[in-house]
């Protein structure tokens, strides 16, 4: 009888295709999650919506609780764009520990992903509540794979 085949999942090319056509700003401000949603909401004009099935949960150590990380996320109603928001922080607990210093991750997904990131982070730079708003590499994250859903 033959041996059964293992299966190995490729996490290298789940990322390249949950990636492809997107730019990835870092943002830094003091906000909670729901506020700077809706101070988004408002000076774009879009609907970041929270949706709890998307949470990142990242397993917590033996005798603590696991950890959610909100995602919000937002379609044109063409389905051209697509934008996702992370929040990167959970109490003492870091989705993407590499950028400690950011607070949210905002993933824009169209056909001209770094026109339209350089866009937004123009504009994200003159709001006083936006400390920080950098594009990022996703070559840079090492714990890339925590944003896939």
């Not at 950098?134 to 925590?146: A, R, S, T, V, W």
Request: proline residues 7%; contains cysteine.
């Amino acid at each position: 009888m033959a041996a059964a085949a293992k299966l190995v999942l490729d996490i290298g090319a789940m990322q390249e295709d949950f990636f492809a056509d997107s730019s990835l700003i870092g943002i830094a401000s003091a906000l909670p999650i729901y506020r700077f949603c809706w101070l988004l909401n408002n000076c774009f004009n879009i609907n970041f919506t929270r949706e709890p099935e998307l949470d990142v949960k990242l397993p917590g150590k033996k005798d603590t609780p696991d950890y959610y990380f909100p995602v919000y996320q937002y379609t044109l109603p063409t389905g051209t764009h697509a934008h996702m928001l992370y929040s990167l922080k959970n109490n003492d607990k870091k989705l993407l520990p590499e950028v400690k210093q950011l607070d949210y991750l905002w993933m824009i997904q169209s056909s001209t992903p770094e026109k339209d990131a350089a866009d937004f982070i123009k504009y994200l730079r003159t709001i006083p509540d936006v400390q920080l708003a950098q594009l990022l590499q996703p070559i840079q994250l090492k714990n890339l794979n925590n944003l896939l859903i």
